[in-house]
C-alpha cells in the first residue's frame, strides 16, 4: 500500500502503528507540511482536505486515520484492533476518539498558524492553548483507565487495540509540548508498555526517514 | 436506551439522528451546557469528558458520538448506516470524520468559552474562527462528492450513512452561525433530501423538548 505521509503528523503514526501490527508493507510518499507540500494541486485531487495521511490501496484512495485503521481491521483482521463484543468495541473507539476527536483536532499545523500568524498568539499562549485541551484529553483518559476493569499494562485486554493507538497519539505532543505527564500514571503505563512494540516503536515519528 | 443530551449539541443530534433510523426508544436527559449541568460530578462519573452524549443501553455506558453510531450499527444492522464494502465504508466514515474529527471540535462550547472568555476574543473574531473552519471542512465535502461516483441525493448509494449524519451536523452551524452555504450546491442537495426523513427531521435541535 501507498502511504501520504509526514514523520510528525500524529494521524499518519496512527496509521503507520496499524499496518506494522497487521504486518502490511507500504511505500511511504513524504509531504513536508510545514513547508506546504499538501497544498500541491496533484495532492488536493487525491485528499481535498490538504492532510495527511492518505493510504492508497488498489483502487482505493483512503482518508482520515480512524476510517483507514477500520478499512484496515475489516481487510486484514488479524490481528485485531479492536474487541469482539460491541459495548467493548465502543469502549476502545470511544477512548481513541478522544485523541482523535477531540484533543488533536486543536493543535494542528492549520490551528497553530491561524493562532500565531492569524491572531497574533505568543508562543507562550499556544503552548498554553495546547497543554490545556491535551491535558483535558489525559485527564478522561486516565479517569476512563480507571474506572474500566479490563484495562492493565493494555487499555483494554491483553493486546494493543485502537485504544492504545489513540493513547500514544495523544502523549506524543504532551511530551513535544512539555506537559506534565507525572499526573496520569495509567496512561504512562500503557504507553510504556506499547512503545517496547516494535510496531509502536518503529511507527514513531523520530523513526521516519523524513524526520529532521 | 437512555441518552443524556443537550438540543444544540451537535453531537448528540448524531445519536439521536442514528436511533431514530434504527427505530430505537429512547428516554432522554436533559443537560444545559451553557449552564455547566455537565460539570455535575454525578455526570462527570458517568462521562469523564463532561460532554455530551452519553447513551446508557442496560450495562454498558457508551460515549463520543462516532463510538455510539458503530455500537448502534453493530447491535442494531438494519438499516445498516454504512454500505457493505470496505472501501465504500472507510469513504463514508471519513466524510463523517471532515465533521466530527476535524471541524466540529473547533466549535464546541469549551472552545467557544476559551476564546471569548480566557483570550478576550471579540463575537466577530469568533464568527470569522468558526465559519473559517466549518468552510474547509464544507469544501473537502463538496470536492469529495463531486469526485465520488456513487452520490446523489444521498453522499452514497441510495439510503442515508453515517457520511449523511456528518454532512448534516456540518451544515446546521454553518446555517447557526451564518455561513454562505451557495458555495456548496451538492452538499445542500444531500441536506434538503435527508432533511425530509423523519429520523434526521424528528432529530434537529429545535424539535426537542429542552430546546429554547
Not at 46 to 73: C, K, R
Not at 130 to 141: Q, V
Request: aromatic share 10%; charged share 20%; proline share 8%.
Amino acid at each position: 500500500m501507498k502511504l501520504y505521509t509526514y514523520y510528525r503528523s500524529q494521524a499518519a503514526f496512527r496509521v503507520r502503528i496499524a499496518l506494522n501490527l497487521k504486518g502490511i508493507a507500504r511505500e511511504d510518499t513524504y509531504l513536508h507540511l510545514e513547508k506546504g507540500d499538501q497544498f500541491d494541486p496533484a495532492y488536493k485531487a487525491l485528499n481535498p482536505q490538504m492532510v495527511v495521511p492518505t493510504l492508497v490501496d488498489g483502487g482505493a484512495t483512503l482518508f482520515q486515520s480512524l476510517a483507514i485503521l477500520e478499512y484496515l481491521d475489516e481487510t486484514h483482521p488479524e490481528p485485531p484492533l479492536l474487541p469482539r463484543e460491541p459495548a467493548a468495541r465502543a469502549w476502545c473507539r470511544g477512548f481513541a476518539l478522544i485523541n482523535i476527536a477531540d484533543s488533536h483536532p486543536l493543535i494542528v499545523p492549520r490551528i497553530r498558524h491561524y493562532l500565531l500568524d492569524e491572531m497574533q498568539w505568543s508562543q507562550e499562549q499556544l503552548m498554553a492553548w495546547i497543554r490545556r485541551w491535551i491535558g483535558a484529553g489525559l485527564e478522561a483518559m486516565e479517569a476512563l483507565l480507571a474506572a474500566h476493569e479490563q484495562s492493565g499494562r493494555f487499555c483494554h485486554g491483553g493486546a494493543p487495540t485502537l485504544a492504545d493507538i489513540g493513547l500514544v497519539t495523544q502523549v506524543t505532543p504532551a511530551r513535544l509540548f512539555g506537559g506534565d505527564l507525572s499526573l496520569y500514571p495509567r496512561v504512562m503505563r500503557v504507553y510504556d508498555t506499547v512503545m517496547t512494540i516494535p510496531a509502536f516503536a518503529d511507527a514513531a515519528p523520530a523513526r521516519q526517514p523524513d524526520a529532521e
